[in-house]
């Protein structure tokens, strides 16, 4: 299940596009306005369907605005097909778009495929926080550049990241991290996070936060 968000001023479009996605078991949310949405609230999407032509701002200067807050792919719901309009959208970072009117058909198939090469891409690869964990090599870069973290210090941080808001005590992430069976002390949890405040305050990075009398969480 994929969680997508679309804004268009048509609620009639709006309806159409939600029944369609959600027989697909997508979870959709709708907005006529892209005042309605918080940014905040971007990164918990998996794609986003923007229609170019809304009255408050128009999905060319949205894409504009949200490009470099999601990575996710972006499609645009268009009545514009003249060539030049089409590279505009592109180049400002979408991804693709759908011309309407749009069969139902289409659009599911285009959703979806954009979808699995995602899943397929990000496979072996977490975007967090302006961190990019290489899940397979076991490494964090930050602007292609990578973090020198211990091992334990990058299982803390990917353990944390893929739980991102959620709360975790010493014990928790040592056990997770570490293993039931490893010799050691959980205390040492609080160290190996003062590192890697350290090397990640270089960057002005402070993703991971005390929780006081319980723990920690990555934000």
Not at 90 to 101: E, F, N, R
Not at 171 to 195: L, P
Request: charged letters at 25%.
């Amino acid at each position: 299940m994929s969680k997508i968000l679309v804004i268009d001023d048509e609620p009639d479009i709006l309806a159409l596009v939600k029944n369609a996605l959600q027989k697909d078991g997508h979870l959709v949310t709708t907005a006529e306005s892209p005042e309605k949405v918080e940014l905040s609230s971007l990164n918990r999407f998996n794609l986003l369907l923007l229609d170019v032509m809304m009255p408050d701002i128009d999905g060319f200067a949205y894409c504009q605005r949200v490009r470099n807050l999601v990575d996710c792919p972006i499609l645009f719901l268009t009545a514009k097909t003249m060539e030049a309009d089409v590279m505009y959208g592109l180049g400002l970072g979408a991804d693709d778009y759908i011309k309407k009117p749009f069969g139902i058909g289409e659009l599911r198939a285009r959703v979806n495929a954009h979808l699995r090469r995602e899943t397929r891409e990000k496979r072996n690869v977490l975007a967090v926080s302006g961190l990019e964990f290489n899940l397979a090599a076991k490494e964090v870069s930050v602007n292609e550049q990578r973090l020198p973290f211990t091992k334990i210090e990058y299982g803390i941080c990917e353990f944390l990241a893929k739980n991102r808001g959620q709360v975790f005590t010493k014990e928790q992430i040592y056990d997770a991290v570490c293993g039931y069976d490893a010799e050691g002390d959980s205390f040492t949890i609080a160290v190996h996070i003062k590192n890697i405040r350290a090397k990640l305050a270089v960057y002005k990075l402070a993703p991971i936060s005390t929780v006081w009398g319980i723990g920690y969480k990555w934000d």
